[in-house]
């Protein structure tokens, strides 16, 4: 599996932001989705992650009620969507594929698209 993220951008803190997770492959809808991100100076957190079929959504807790992470499979696209964004938001985003249900093993990345927050 490959992907490509976009949609990132620069916005003011209290805006919204879409980022974008494409794929290729003929798999993509048996891949858990998951997205993290890197602030500058700071290691990689886990954001959220979404089961194969999109039942099944996970959060962490600095974004929970503010972002929502959805998939198309048809599209092979997977979305974060960035609500209320805060300046602590600025980071590069990347989307991860997991071949497991469960786990923090993601196997495939994107190349990362940056989301700068402005206060």
Do not use: H
Request: net charge positive; glycine share 10%; charged share 15%.
């Amino acid at each position: 599996v490959q992907l490509q993220a976009s949609g990132g951008g620069l916005v003011q803190a209290g805006g919204s932001l879409r980022v974008s997770c494409a794929a290729s492959g003929r798999t993509f809808s048996s891949y858990r989705m998951g997205w993290f991100r890197q602030a500058p100076g700071k290691e990689r957190e886990f954001v959220a992650a979404i089961n194969w079929s999109g039942v099944s959504t996970y959060y962490a807790d600095s974004v929970k009620g503010r972002f929502t992470i959805s998939r198309d499979n048809a599209k092979k696209t997977v979305y974060l969507q960035m609500n209320s964004l805060k300046p602590e938001d600025t980071a590069v985003y990347y989307c991860a594929a997991s071949p497991l249900a469960t786990g923090s093993r993601y196997d495939y990345w994107g190349q990362g698209t940056l989301v700068t927050v402005s206060s």
